[in-house]
């Protein structure tokens, strides 16, 4: 049986659907439904003869050479999805609910799967995420300098059943030009939104929902035009952390990364930090000078974000000086001030 569905039925659905992309390994890759698994009805190069015979010749042409192509596969293909979905139900789309879909729909039917076809494809995915960003929220953003501990707060925070959105980690960026730290590869823009539109699916409108106060770009994706004109309409709660704390923090979260890799990144913004500070920033990476390679950064860091504090309206701003560094301590000091900030819906304007 094929079931004509549409994403939002599809994301009410109870947990165990397999959901099979069917477009090439390529378009998988640049970007894809969370979740989704990829049972490709085409290689990236047998979708762009495919493509070209439709557009030089016709859509019959088209099909013709589609089964042409996929001929002797379609036992493999239903082999695919008896080990992706054992018990026969799956969930399918492709780029706009079209032919592909249609398709590998009409070959697991017949072998008995019950199948449930999303209307619009992925395109509608992206049309459904676009309107998670734009709904209206109860936002709360953590601020506060450069090692404050705004992300390991923000852990804590949802540990407590708190709402969070962690953009950082949805980026896997730190936010900082050494926020890959080495290591992280971030998604396509693409994906970072989707993931982040997944993630936003499940928070409750009515209860207040926790961002850390980030800029416009993360590393090389950007926040949803819409979301973050939420967030700079929203409260502010401005953490201030000792100074030796954050660079004992910082210290410990950089100080044990590759040298070339940080020097690298220093170097990369030598024009904000001046010729001088970044030779003797270069030179305390060099000599494992830790604390001194990150005073010298964050004397940059801090001026950049109380410009950027300074541009904000100060009625959205609400600044709690923390006391010790006991990170369950900083949290519950977090949220009793939190009690004293009068938040309320925001939505964006931007569409």
Known sequence: MINNISIQEYLSMQA?????????????????????????LFSNQERVLVGTTYKQVSREAAILLGFDLTGNKWSGFIRQALELAPDKRIALHCWRGGMRSGAM?????LYGFEVFLIRGGYKS????????????YELLVLGGMTGSGKTRQLGWLREMGEQVIDLEELARHQGSAYGTMNKMIQPTQEQFENNLAWVMKDIDGNRRVWLEDENLNIG???????????????????VEVDINIRVAGLVGEYGALDKDFLIACTQRIHKRLGPLQTTQAIEAIQQDKMDDFIRIVLVYYDKAYLKALARSD????????LAGDSLEEQVRQ?????KTIKTHRVQSSVL
Do not use: C
Request: no cysteine; proline share 8%; glycine share 4%.
């Open 125 to 136: 995915y992206r049309q459904w995420a676009n309107q998670q960003f734009a709904r209206e």
């Open 105 to 109: 729909a009409w070959a697991l039917d």
């Open 220 to 238: 090389k994706v950007t926040i949803p035009r819409a979301l973050w004109a939420s967030m700079i309409q929203a409260p502010l709660l401005n």
């Open 16 to 40: 165990g659907i397999v959901l099979a992309d069917v477009r090439t390994p390529a378009e998988f890759e640049h970007a894809h439904i969370p979740g989704a698994v990829n049972l490709p």
């Open 314 to 321: 100060p009625g959205r701003i609400h600044t709690l000086a």
């Open 334 to 338: 977090i949220l009793d001030f939190a």
